[in-house]
């Protein structure tokens, strides 16, 4: 399709809006930026030029020219040199039928740009690696460095990164949809075009790499981007695990491993735990707020695809390890314990001269019957089973847990090290071991998800019929949680079998039920939290235990033992309001001695969930930011003085106004103590793709998460010292004019809803099969009541990006004002960006949002508003902001250019961004058709290709 960065320099088209049409520029690329990156440059010329023979091949030249047409059009919009009306005018007279493949050809044209963009980052990596080059910030070798440098004592690491532990939690998102045929395809087209960079090919060998990638693009051209059925909750179970095979099993592991070995050998004595530090989770199946579509039903199909997939894989790594440790007993020393687990194999024995293959003939009979056990008749899909008779009984007894499987292969490491065969044993063996130990027959943790009005409604309704008291709701909080720790401290459930109940209350029992059943099938590893969204109160966390209480899963103990819950109790704390009472909310809980003995019996560790999202939607970017970390700030002295550990669950989401951008930054400027060694954080949308699809990407951003984790564990990050009060005054005003900005336009301005939902595609989102979830949690045109997801992806496909920095110049500007303080106290934030990680962070991603705002495409958007009054008003506030916001950037950063402190990503603006503006004028005009009657399936479909190119393209818009 061309190349996309061919002529001078030039300003890049997501500036500032002018009616006039004039661009003001923020980002250039100068020519030493362009030299660095031409191999980029080449492979995009490369792919592009491939889609675009492809597309003149098998779709016709009329439909080529149209592509190519626009393609052109969108670098001379780019240039100054054309108005977008000249490339509307290309769309408006065509059917739906020819707009279609201009919109796959451009979706199709961002998958690839990303998958050159990764390898150009992998490749200069590896430049930076081979020159020896000091370790680049956000490397586990660049913290090792950081570590020894602070002279930190063995003693302070194991205390800090005891029982540390790094969670991604996979959720599910309606902008990754899709299909396993692309994912799979993405990857094929990676891998040959690294053999291109890395190998000396010959000309047959660089023909074949090259008409491979052709092949792999044009089973894109001709596969299906998305689904036409609206996605299932089955079906987003699957997209989350097909990770695993792509990555995770090949890379936790191995990261567990590294890490492990780096720290025991720099700090001997810390005594650090073998346990694996990364770990993963999900949400996808257990997440029911707001989503009708989760039950006891899809709680078990996920926990138990899960456990699948993780015997699989065992049982697939023993096979191959047992054609590889061939070793003879004529030719090695056979320690007791080998020869006692290879003769301990059930049925026709291997060759006893070969015990390395009789001990694992053992342990996959063994692992065999353990699935057998635990998954039942779906255990019969397992193709590498052993030991099964034809009635389906296994010869062998089955493992009890994972630590006696890992008994078993350690038995084997220490035979191989016994005859000096550590290269051997530090292999497949190892990485096994290690397998065994991080995935274990659960694969990965599955929160519990619900709103805390659902459980009010239950449990109001379960004790209602039990007789405990008739009118629950109309109690006071102290009265709630009197007669919730009344019924806690008994062991009688509240509901029979026979308990004539509403249908909200038999799903809210029956999921439970199915976590209760899963835990006791695959381990409490399997179901590890019970998430309660809009957590306000005490009596909200003890309704959750009542819940839980009658699926067994909590037990008030008998005579002289303490409560204990197989699940953590974790409150998320969502609104501006409840982060800044989650403290207190703690305090109070940990003050009901009942909800104290459940703590200190899990391990004294008290979760606590911070939502990034809906802190957001209320009070805006910069309120809700600070709000979050003096959040933390109360929540580390809270937990100081009750005396417990603290473990925080960030739930971001991929853009930056629902938490998201470089996770390195955002974990370094979290607040002091407010890490510890342990994080969680939700992973979600295109983002995971974009960091999770293949194993070199995967293993460059845990091992991001994981560096940041132990940095801010282990050393001083924050940089204020003795003006930390000082600059939390500060932010506190700040925080307050940026919310009272934000709330004058989104909660004051009348008709601000019929603005935002005319014009972005919301509407359309929960119309067009997008995702399983629906877009609001219940009927209504509040946008309280919004979810958080369409919220922002509306704005982000609308490119205004409101949620990533409105209201944040208007605070700045006032603060700053124009009076004799105004130098000293612009000279105050300035220094704050200097040396503050926290501010640093909102000021980078505040400015990688506006780069990626374009205020000319979004003025198309507002054209979809019919009242041309509210159009103006809205709009012209908007634009308004975001200019200021822009000056205000540059004042306190002193540096116009958005993305000085990113040049990657400035280059994939400069690259890239023109290919969106066709996508962005088609969705235009195809809502603009949707909406004036024209409900034909081409331009559905069309509007859905637009909104997954987009989002595939912007790579975290939701």
């Given amino acids: 399709m061309g190349d996309p960065a061919s002529g001078p320099a030039v300003p890049v088209h997501s500036a500032q809006w002018r009616p006039s049409g004039t661009i003001v520029s923020h980002l250039e690329v100068d020519k030493t930026d362009r030299a660095l990156t031409e191999p980029l440059r080449e492979d995009i010329r490369l792919l592009g030029g491939m889609l675009g023979d492809i597309i003149r091949e098998h779709s016709g030249t009329s439909t080529f020219n149209l592509v190519e047409g626009s393609r052109q059009a969108a670098f001379d919009i780019r ?325 006696e499987l890992r008994a078993d292969l350690d038995v084997l490491d220490e035979a191989l090290r016994e005859n000096a065969d550590q290269t051997i044993a530090d292999d497949r063996l190892l990485r096994v071991r290690e397998s065994a130990l991080t995935f274990g027959f659960n694969l990965s943790g599955l929160d519990m998800r619900q709103n805390s009005e659902v459980h009010e409604t239950v449990v109001a309704e379960l004790l209602a019929w039990a007789g405990v008291h008739d009118d629950y709701l109309s109690l006071s909080e102290p009265e709630r949680v009197d007669l919730l720790v009344a019924e806690l401290q008994s062991r009688r459930p509240l509901t029979g079998a026979d308990a004539a109940l509403s249908d909200l209350a038999v799903k809210e029992l029956a999921i439970v039920h199915a976590a209760a059943k899963a835990v006791a099938t695959f381990g409490p590893e399997a179901v590890p939290n019970y998430v309660i969204s809009m957590c306000t109160s005490v009596s909200d966390m003890l309704e959750a235990m009542i819940l839980l209480k009658e699926a067994g899963l909590y037990d008030a103990g008998a005579a002289g033992e303490g409560a204990r819950s197989r699940l953590r109790v974790v409150p998320l704390f969502e609104t501006i309001e409840d982060l800044q009472q989650g403290a207190r909310t703690i305090l109070d809980a940990l003050d009901v001695p009942l909800y104290r003995q459940v703590v200190q019996a899990q391990q004294n560790t008290q979760e606590v969930m911070l939502g990034y999202s809906d802190s957001n939607k209320d009070g805006g970017y910069l309120a809700a930011n600070w709000a979050l970390y003096r959040a933390e700030l109360d929540l580390v002295d809270a937990a100081k003085r009750a005396g417990i550990r603290l473990r925080l669950f960030h739930g971001r989401g991929g853009t930056v106004g629902r938490g998201g951008g470089p996770s390195y930054e955002a974990i370094l400027a979290q607040p002091p103590g407010a890490v510890q060694g342990s994080l969680r954080i939700t992973e979600q949308g295109e983002i995971i793709a974009a960091k999770y699809a293949e194993p070199v990407s995967a293993h460059r951003n845990l091992e991001t998460i994981l560096a940041a984790t132990i940095e801010s564990s282990l050393l001083d990050v924050e940089g204020l010292g003795d003006e930390s009060e000082r600059a939390y005054a500060i932010l506190d005003d700040l925080a307050a004019r940026g919310r009272r900005a934000y709330s004058e336009l989104v909660h004051e301005t009348d008709g601000f809803v019929e603005y935002f939902t005319t014009s972005t595609p919301l509407s359309e989102i929960g119309e067009l099969n997008i995702g399983s979830r629906p877009a609001s949690r219940k009927q209504t045109q509040q946008i309280s009541d919004l979810r958080a997801i369409p919220w922002v992806l509306s704005w982000s496909q609308s490119r205004v990006m409101l949620p990533g920095w409105y209201g944040t110049g208007s605070a700045f500007a006032e603060w700053i004002g124009d009076d004799d303080g105004s130098a000293e106290r612009l000279a105050t934030l300035r220094d704050y960006n200097d040396r503050w990680p926290f501010f640093a962070s909102v000021m980078s991603n505040m400015a990688q949002v506006l780069a990626k705002s374009d205020m000319g495409v979004a003025h198309r958007y507002s054209q979809l508003v019919p009242d041309e009054q509210l159009r103006e008003r809205v709009f012209g506030k908007i634009v308004a902001e975001h200019e200021l916001t822009i000056a205000m950037h540059a004042a306190i950063t002193g540096n116009d250019d958005l993305l000085a402190d990113n040049p990657a990503l400035k280059r994939s603006v400069y690259n890239r961004y023109p290919y969106l503006e066709p996508l962005n004028l088609l969705q235009v005009e195809l809502l603009r058709r949707y909406r004036a009657g024209d409900d034909s399936r081409e331009v559905r479909r069309g509007i859905l290709i637009t909104m997954n190119g987009l989002a595939t393209a912007l790579r975290n818009s939701g």
């Fill in 79 to 403: 240039e100054n040199e054309i108005d977008r009306d000249d490339l509307v005018e290309r769309f408006v007279p065509e059917p739906a039928t020819e707009l279609l493949p201009v919109a796959r050809a451009f979706s199709l044209f961002a998958l690839l740009a990303n998958l050159a963009e990764d390898l150009h980052r992998e490749r200069r990596r590896a430049i930076h690696l081979r020159a020896g080059d000091t370790p680049q910030n956000s490397s586990l070798a660049a913290t090792y460095a950081k570590l020894g440098a602070a002279g930190l004592s063995d003693e302070q690491v194991g205390e800090k990164l005891a029982d540390a532990t790094v969670v991604p939690v996979i959720t599910a998102h309606p902008t990754e949809t899709r299909r396993r045929t692309i994912f799979e395809a993405q990857n094929r087209i990676t891998e040959l075009m690294r053999l291109r960079r890395r190998t000396e090919l010959t000309p047959a060998e660089e023909a074949a790499s090259l008409e491979g990638i052709r092949r792999q693009i044009l089973t894109m051209w001709q596969t299906a981007l998305i689904r036409l059925e609206r996605l299932t909750i089955v079906d987003e179970i699957a997209a989350g695990l097909r990770y695993y095979d792509a990555t995770f099993f090949e890379v936790v592991p191995r990261i567990n491993t590294e890490t492990r070995a780096a720290l025991c050998s720099a700090y001997p004595a810390a005594g650090l735990e073998r346990a694996p530090m990364v770990r993963m989770g999900s949400w996808i199946g257990g997440d029911r707020d707001g989503n009708p579509f989760v039950t006891g039903e899809v709680v078990g199909i996920a926990t138990s695809s899960a456990a699948r997939l993780a015997f699989a894989h065992h049982l697939e790594q023993l096979e191959i390890l047992a054609r590889e440790l061939s070793m003879s007993a004529r030719l090695v020393t056979v320690p007791d314990a080998l020869s006692a687990l290879a003769s301990a194999q059930p049925g026709e024995a291997a060759s006893p001269d070969e015990p390395f293959r009789g001990a694992l003939q053992t342990i996959r009979a063994r692992l065999s019957a353990t699935a057998l056990s635990r998954l039942g008749s779906s255990a019969s899909a397992l193709s590498h089973l052993v030991g099964v008779d034809s009635s389906g009984r296994a010869a062998a007894a089955p493992y009890a847990d994972k630590d």
